[in-house]
């Protein structure tokens, strides 16, 4: 089997060579056929991913949510046709009225979790020792996730607009390896105190909601274990929006104050809606409202989020 392990030098506090030579080397005491290829800056995983996953049995991802990401999103740029054979190619529908399915040549995802917060990782309770990880790939089994997409662009823990994408921006990298969680916690009280947050609309499930701060969540972890959306299952063909409506900043304080007790949820201001997509629209030309995909800046509103 051909394993392709796609790494971050930075990750792990600057060990992520060295990580990657382990997986390396414990994947070939395996069995396996395993080349290494590093990162050279932002994107460069996904442009690794897009050219060699169609050639690959297994991907391994060595970094954090933002290596997964990038990866994730060159495999899903890479998912070409199956060769189907000459004796299938004209079957009929089945009795049931339904053609066969369109099969797929796909490589598999597997990750040694190597960054600051490993948020999908610990969503999977996947283990994070090199050898371990190792083993649990060598073992083949698999879980078939949804996929998260906002403009085009995918995502598998969650997509966030508004307020919540500011958060991720100006979150302090330092704050972030010493803190994790609560890292998050802090930059959402900062960034709300500093300015005026405009609302923005969301249509989803048939109804119309107004909105600060939205997170599309594909995973109950929103960094590490800080969870937003409690009921999310990356499994159930469904997004949970957490919508959040307060405009003044006390309002927004208390809502970040909740999130680790889960008391946001109760929150006047706060709606739970668990749909397949929405829409994201800005109301009027003046107002910038940013996007994240998994902890990353991805453009700005107008968006339409929605799950495969």
């Known amino acids: 089997m051909r394993v392709v ?36 800056g932002p994107k460069h995983a996904t442009a690794i991913a897009h050219s060699l996953s169609p050639s690959a049995d297994i991907v391994v991802a060595v970094g954090g949510d933002g290596t997964v ?53 610990r969503e999977l309770k996947l283990p994070f ?3 371990q990880a190792c083993a649990t790939i060598a073992a083949g089994n698999t879980k078939a996730l949804d996929l998260g997409d906002i403009n085009g662009r995918s995502f598998v823990l969650m997509a966030g607009a508004g307020v919540d994408a500011l958060t991720v921006q100006h979150v302090d990298l330092e704050a972030k390896r010493r803190f994790r969680e609560l890292a998050f916690i802090g930059s959402g009280l ?30 109950r972890y929103y960094a590490n274990r800080l969870s937003v959306a409690r009921s999310a299952d990356p499994t159930d063909g469904l997004l949970d929006l ?10 927004l304080a208390v809502f970040w104050l909740g999130i680790p007790s889960g008391l946001h949820l109760y929150n006047r201001h706060v709606k739970y809606v668990r749909t397949p997509e929405a829409d994201l629209l800005p109301l009027n030309d003046r107002d910038v409202i940013w996007l994240q995909t998994d902890g ?13």
């Open 5 to 40: 392990v796609i790494y971050n030098p930075s990750a792990g506090k600057g060990k992520g060579s060295a990580l990657a030579a382990a997986t390396r080397s414990a994947l070939l005491e395996r069995g396996f056929d395993a080349e290494l290829h590093a990162t050279r």
């Open 69 to 121: 990401n990038e990866i994730v999103n060159g495999m899903a740029q890479s998912v070409v046709p199956r060769e189907i054979p000459a004796d299938r190619e004209n079957r009929p529908a089945t009795s049931g009225g339904t053609s066969p399915p369109d099969e797929r040549r796909r490589a598999r995802l597997g990750i040694v979790p190597a960054g600051t917060v490993n948020v999908l990782a």
């Open 129 to 131: 020792q090199v050898d």
């Open 190 to 219: 900062r960034r709300g105190f500093a300015a005026r947050h405009p609302e923005f609309l969301v249509r989803a499930a048939g109804q119309e909601y107004r909105a600060t701060f939205l997170v599309a969540a594909n995973s």
């Open 242 to 251: 957490v919508l959040f409506a307060g405009t003044g900043r006390l309002s």
């Open 296 to 308: 990353e800046l991805a453009g700005r509103l107008p968006a339409k989020v929605k799950v495969h």
